[in-house]
């Protein structure tokens, strides 16, 4: 799909189910994260919390045979982090990402925490970086670039000392989990497409602590920055209005 996917008034209540669902679900999984618990057992509390809910599936799961319902990115893992018998320590972060399906219609967001007690550096670079999403998503309205979205994330994290993982972007969503347009973390003011009313958006800042270049880990999955540094990652889900916009999830 090469552009805007616009949704129908019944299509965005089915959106806002999701969004509500999911962002519950990301509350209760950030609220149960602990020293010595493993993610695997995460990943099992968010997938009972979301089919509790009548209509709700987990949107990873089953997708290009992703066999789960988060993804946990731990420390220096950026995204797509797979859930395991790892157990976390006290000083750890944790980038819990998922998405909610109701009626065949996607929701993305995730957020970063610290386990236990983190020092007040790290929690200073999840600060930020939730500051930028919010940032980014306060922009969102009907004929904003996608360049303003991402210039103004790149600003805000370089000038407190940061990187943004150039290679790594937010994206459209609805029908699918990943659709146009990307949205980059880094970018110019005054480019790219322009948002109508009525589509939706995953804003997903991607950051270091280091310098922002990525490798491969080696289950096809998890992507870590280069140089082993911290990276955080938060995502919301932002539907376009006439009067700005909606965080959906």
Excluded at 60 to 81: A, I, M, P
Excluded at 108 to 126: P, R, Y
Excluded at 173 to 186: A, C, M, R, S, V
Excluded at 199 to 221: F, H, Q, S, V, Y
């Amino acid at each position: 799909m090469s552009q805007f996917q616009i949704f129908s008034q019944a299509e965005i209540e089915s959106l806002r189910k999701a969004g509500k669902i999911l962002a519950a679900c990301l509350k209760h999984c950030a609220a149960a994260v602990k020293p010595g618990m493993t993610t695997k057992e995460l990943d099992k509390i968010a997938e009972e919390f979301i089919v509790s809910h009548n209509g709700a599936r987990p949107a990873f799961k089953g997708y290009r045979n992703y066999r789960y319902t988060l993804c946990t990115s731990v420390n220096d893992e950026c995204v797509h982090g797979l859930p395991s018998i790892r157990a976390l320590k006290d000083g750890d972060i944790i980038a819990i990402d998922s998405g909610v399906i109701v009626d065949d219609l996607y929701t993305d967001a995730c957020v970063s925490v610290g386990v236990g007690k983190i020092d007040a550096k790290t929690q200073q670079f999840l600060d930020v970086t939730k500051q930028t999403l919010e940032m980014a998503c306060d922009l969102v309205a009907p004929g904003v670039h996608i360049g303003d979205l991402s210039a103004c994330i790149q600003k805000n994290v370089e000038m407190h000392g940061y990187s943004c993982v150039r290679s790594l972007t937010g994206h459209g969503l609805g029908k699918t989990l990943h659709q146009f347009p990307d949205i980059p973390n880094t970018g110019e003011k005054g480019t790219g497409p322009v948002l109508p009313v009525g589509t939706l958006i995953a804003i997903e800042p991607i950051t270091a602590m280091g310098k922002g270049g990525i490798r491969d880990g080696n289950d096809g999955w998890t992507i870590l920055t280069a140089d082993g540094s911290f990276s955080a990652h938060f995502e919301h889900t932002v539907l376009v209005t006439s009067e700005g916009r909606e965080i959906i999830a």
